[in-house]
């Protein structure tokens, strides 16, 4: 992963963790906290104590146990982000750096273009995303997914960018 270690030597920072990506846990609302034990022990006094199924807390338990399963997960992300990356650059677009599950496509216009680029997509069926922030706009962002969806992508971006550029 590109998360450097946690450091805990500051006491006015607590850090949280969620098992909603790689663990693949979204749906059971489960993360946890690191920081100095103080800090945690405040901590304590003000969270909502009920906010943590124990079934959520047994699956993070769970999941923090199978780190060969989080090892592969990591891995399989890195390789679509790669994929994803190399599927942009060979269509003349620029990939953001990334350490998420989603790769930002810079398509090197204007926030006009991009659009036309996201539309093109969907309308071969192909759902993306488009950061509507300033200095973003001029983006599409594609998530990781499995390896015969981004052949889909592979086959379709090449067609969308033409649409979009009028061609």
Request: charged share 25%.
């Amino acid at each position: 992963s590109a998360m450097p270690p946690i450091d805990i030597s500051r006491p006015n920072v607590i850090r949280m963790r969620t098992f909603s990506k790689a663990y693949g846990l979204a749906g059971i609302r489960c993360g946890y906290a690191i920081a100095e034990a103080q800090v945690i022990r405040d901590f304590e006094k003000i969270r909502n104590h009920y906010g943590v199924s124990r079934m959520a807390q047994i699956a993070g338990v769970e999941a923090l146990a199978d780190q060969d399963y989080l090892q592969s997960v990591v891995a399989r992300v890195a390789a679509g982000r790669r994929r994803i990356a190399g599927i942009a650059e060979a269509n003349g677009l620029k990939p953001l750096a990334s350490a998420t599950n989603f790769v930002t496509i810079d398509c090197g216009g204007d926030g006009a273009f991009a659009l036309k680029v996201l539309q093109g997509l969907l309308s071969r069926d192909v759902f993306i995303r488009k950061p509507m922030v300033p200095r973003l706009d001029r983006c599409i962002r594609v998530s990781v997914g499995l390896d015969h969806e981004l052949d889909i992508f592979a086959d379709e971006l090449p067609g969308a960018l033409a649409a979009a550029r009028g061609n």
